[in-house]
């Protein structure tokens, strides 16, 4: 992981986050929690429920190291999980997965919610065929405009059996005057 002292500054020489986190299982696709306490990422280590499940790490400051990471259960399925982003409130977490009954045949955009921090992430809930409309979806990364107070969902769209289409890669699903999550609005 790598560091830097300001939002524009430099980032610094990147730091190997140890054998708790990195192991020879592929892990990757990290997604660092708005605190910076919670690491979320996919991995293929033994124990999981399927090829690839996303895990959790975390430390109680941000100088700490994290700690042991945890499978993320029910957000898991005996297929491949990857790419998590979570949200900045940390309620809602945004992943793909090749799941049986996705709409693309691929790798389709899920997303799984919780009531509050400490809970448990619910069964995830696929995003529908205005996002899952190619072959595969791999990933989501979530941008919080500070300006407008909302959210931009932003889905990378990897299709490999359509020619390379520069407008195709990336979606964004913004409603003017909206607010993504909705819980981060006030609204229930």
Not at 88 to 107: C, E, I, K, N, Q
Not at 129 to 156: E, K, T
């Amino acid at each position: 992981m790598a560091t830097r002292p300001t939002r524009f500054g430099s980032f610094g020489v990147p730091v190997n986050l140890g054998s708790n986190i990195n192991t020879s299982a592929g892990d990757g696709s990290p997604s660092l929690s708005f605190d910076g306490l919670s690491l979320y990422f996919g991995s293929g280590r033994p124990g999981g429920q399927g090829e690839n499940d996303l895990y959790v790490a975390t430390r109680a400051t941000t100088t700490d190291e994290f700690g042991t990471p945890v499978n993320l259960g029910a957000v898991n399925s005996s297929a491949n999980e990857q790419n998590p982003a979570i949200s900045a409130d940390g309620l809602s977490l945004y992943f793909g997965s090749t799941r049986p009954g996705g709409v693309s045949g691929g790798v389709d955009l899920y997303v799984a919610t919780r009531p509050n921090t400490i809970a448990p992430f619910g069964t995830a809930v696929n995003l529908g065929p205005s996002l899952n409309r190619f072959i595969n979806q791999a990933s989501a990364l979530l941008l919080l405009d500070f300006r407008v107070n909302r959210f931009q969902f932003r889905a990378s769209v990897v299709d490999l059996h359509l020619p390379f289409d520069p407008s195709l890669r990336l979606v964004d699903v913004l409603v003017p005057g909206s607010c993504f999550p909705p819980k981060l609005c006030g609204a229930s």
